[in-house]
């Protein structure tokens, strides 16, 4: 184990490096001038110029550009965003928790609905509800997110007029910001509007939880499906219903330890469309997230942002990714070999 | 599965056939082929059944509701929008750049992705290494991520996010290519064969390929499924086709502002995605239980 470790760390310098070569080279290849690329900065005179010239060695060669923008990433001076003319570093960390909770949100209810659908799916595959639960599947398996999250909001917002169709939370609830997570920060709160404001905050929370959930959750139930199927085929679980155990007793102690393994790490291989579809999900309801922040810096042409966000997502979807499968190595000696 | 089998069949059919008798039992993959095959013919015919230009404004039939209400006009099914453009036509020709486009994008990904994944698939030890950590790389960049940049160095377009796109399915193609050649150079009778002279090239182009092309079947259909999905969402995005394009994502996005008027114009290109998204979907799903019976027998 200990050998994989160094291994899987070995492995993730490599990509880090990699990753920070990426993100190096965008302001290089981004149209416009280079300093302003860098810096963030809209209007530069000239002694300024020679100032940010010497302070990004710019006029170094490569390598030394490289380190440079190395030490400035690790000092946290990542420049300034080109709409805002605030720094990036402030600006992702108060929107990063907002896209945070809503795919964890969207994650945990793909587990709590997909799996145990799953697995239902597999024991009767056919018959009515097995059937009938593979369909469904497929259709949300099918479905564009932008459309599934517009039809819904023309439903229950405007039609309906159940639930709202933008936003955290409404305008009329006053809450201080300190994590970030709004639900945890209510909470937090010492306000008197404490339970109205989490329930408008909840309103708010659950189309688009439950439209970034839809892709995952048929996900879930496709892949559990599938991996029960095939485990319940599989001589051990003969042989434990042989020697009398109950159908609880080797589902629970032979099919679920098996078939849910590879859940781990479908869930690390599933993160960055989990991250694209936040992205879409944000746009659509106007959740005041990284995803949302990102798609309008390309609207704006704000490339020092664009920078900041290929950092920061990737960091994250890479950080989940080596999580997911330490801890399915952690529990399958078998992937340890790789 | 019967335990009584008393006639054996026999079964000297060639794998294709196989595949097809096992593939036509099940009537879902069925439609889905049927609706597949029509799409892509529609996608190949569009500049030829289109009733009406799909850039002709007519001024005199500005926001047509469809035909089947009231005020509607039959030569016009599906209405048009605000700027008098037959919406039907444009849904037509809206099929060869979402759909046409998709496949064109999963063929190109895919012939870059057997070159790669045999590269890597038929070398060891460092290359090999070094190409599996790049391309770890290359699947933790969202594929939202990546269109966005390179939206940002070439422009918007949707050439450029066709490239997008390719660069974003290319590294699961490598993967799967790879881990299927490498799972296929660990039988016999490679072994066998190589005993008997044949180099590299002759080993990858007369067992691999041979061997693992159904699993390229199923990984280009869900490639096809994703492309679809993504080319639409990023025309929705207004990344990727361009304004007079009827591109089915750029048609919804075009559209959101009338969706009180027209929640037709909102709902039917959305529809079409789906059901496009569908049918390949289906086909793969049949594909795959196709190919896991026809190994059984």
């Known amino acids: 184990m200990t050998r994989y470790l160094f291994r899987r760390l070995f492995l993730m310098a490599f990509v880090f490096l990699a990753l920070s070569l990426l993100a190096f080279s965008l302001s290089y290849l981004f149209p416009g001038d280079i300093v302003q690329n860098i810096s963030g900065l809209r209007q530069i005179d000239e002694a300024q110029r020679q100032q940010l010239v010497s302070y990004y060695q710019l006029e170094h060669n490569v390598l030394a550009q490289y380190l440079a923008f190395l030490q400035r990433i690790a000092h946290g001076d990542w420049g300034l965003s080109f709409a805002s003319q605030q720094p990036l570093l402030q600006e992702i960390k108060l929107l990063l928790p907002a896209t945070l909770e809503l795919a964890a949100y969207a994650l945990l209810l793909s587990f709590i609905v997909g799996i145990p659908l799953g697995i239902i799916a597999a ?86 939880t439950v439209v970034l959930a839809t892709f995952p959750t048929t996900v879930m139930i496709r892949f559990v499906r599938d991996a029960m199927l095939n485990v319940w085929e599989q001589n051990y679980i003969k042989t434990a219903r042989a020697k009398g155990l109950s159908r609880g007793q080797v589902l629970y102690r032979h099919g679920l330890r098996n078939a849910l393994l590879p859940v781990i790490r479908q869930i690390g291989l599933q993160f960055s469309t989990l991250i694209t579809l936040a992205m879409l999900t944000e746009v659509i309801f106007s959740w005041p997230g990284i995803g949302r922040w990102l798609i309008d810096s390309i609207y704006q042409r704000n490339y020092p942002a664009i920078q900041a966000g290929l950092l920061v997502i990737s960091t994250l979807v890479i950080a989940v990714n080596m999580l997911t499968e330490i801890l399915h190595a952690l529990f399958n000696p078998l992937a340890r070999r790789g | ?56 404004q007519v001024d005199d039939l500005l926001l047509l509701p469809p035909s089947w209400s009231a005020a509607g006009l039959v ?27 998709a496949l064109l994008t999963v063929a190109g990904a895919m012939l870059m992705g057997l070159l790669l994944g045999a590269l890597a698939g038929m070398s060891k030890g460092v290359k090999s290494s070094v190409f ?35 660069l974003a399915l290319l590294p699961q193609f490598v993967h799967g290519i790879r ?89 039917i290109p959305g529809l079409l995605i789906f059901t496009a998204v569908l049918s390949v979907n289906l086909v793969g799903d049949g594909l795959k239980t196709a190919i896991l019976k026809r190994r059984q027998n």
């Open chain 1, 123 to 208: 024991f009767k595959p056919h018959n009515l509800i097995g059937k009938s639960i593979s369909a469904l599947a497929l259709v949300g398996y099918s479905l564009p997110i932008f459309w599934w999250g517009l039809l819904l909001i023309m439903l229950f917002s405007l039609a309906l007029g159940w639930l709202p169709s933008a936003g955290r939370i409404g305008v009329l609830y006053e809450i201080p910001h300190h994590s970030g997570f709004i639900l945890y920060d209510i909470l937090q709160a010492d306000v008197k509007y404490r339970i109205e404001a989490l329930h408008n905050a909840l309103q708010h929370l659950l189309l688009p």
């Open chain 2, 1 to 56: 599965m019967s335990k009584f089998r008393l006639y054996l069949e026999e079964n000297n059919r060639s794998p294709v056939t196989q595949l097809w008798r096992e593939f036509k039992r099940q009537h879902s993959a069925m439609v889905g082929l049927v609706l597949f095959i029509s799409f892509f013919v529609i996608s190949l015919l569009a500049p030829f059944i289109t009733p009406h230009d799909p850039y002709l």
């Open chain 2, 132 to 166: 599996n950590h790049v391309l770890d790389l290359a699947l933790t960049i969202p594929s939202l991520l990546l269109a966005i940049i390179i939206v940002a160095i070439l422009g918007p377009g949707l050439m450029n996010t066709t490239w997008a796109i390719m």
């Open chain 2, 75 to 101: 030569q016009y099914p599906f209405g048009t929008d605000d700027l008098g453009r037959d919406l039907f036509s444009r849904l037509i020709k809206g099929t060869s750049y979402t759909f046409g486009f």
């Open chain 2, 179 to 267: 881990n299927a050649i490498d799972e296929e150079l660990q039988q016999d009778y490679v072994i066998a064969y190589r005993l008997d002279g044949a180099n590299d090239w002759h080993v990858l182009s007369r067992l691999v390929i041979p061997n693992i092309w159904e699993k390229l079947t199923i990984m280009a259909a869900m490639g096809i499924s994703t492309a679809i999905l993504d080319i639409a969402a990023l025309g929705f995005l207004g990344f990727g086709a361009q304004a007079p394009l009827s591109e089915w994502g750029a048609m919804i996005s075009d559209s959101l502002d009338l969706i009180y008027l027209a929640p037709s114009s909102v709902a």
